[in-house]
């Protein structure tokens, strides 16, 4: 029985990319990390702060709204995090 010829494939060779800075400076994210824990840092601060002042600090008018803010804070903290590569 004859043997077939083995095919040789093309070796592969990926597109050239036109503006290959364009796309580095796109996907740096480099501010992400620090808002992320500074929005978590704020928010613990606020909730701590309420509670050892006995609602006095950070702000008296919001009364126990002060923990919702504090919890707002952390919040957008992890909704920045989605954007950490």
Sequence with gaps: M???RIRKKADFTPPPVANQATNIRLTNRSWVAPVMLAMFLIGLVWI?????????????????????????????????STQWK
């Design 2 to 4: 004859p043997k077939s």
């Design 48 to 80: 701590v702060l309420f509670y050892v002042t006995d609602g006095s600090l950070p702000l008296e008018s919001f009364r126990n709204w002060n923990i919702v803010v504090g919890f707002g804070f952390i919040a957008i903290g992890f909704g920045v």
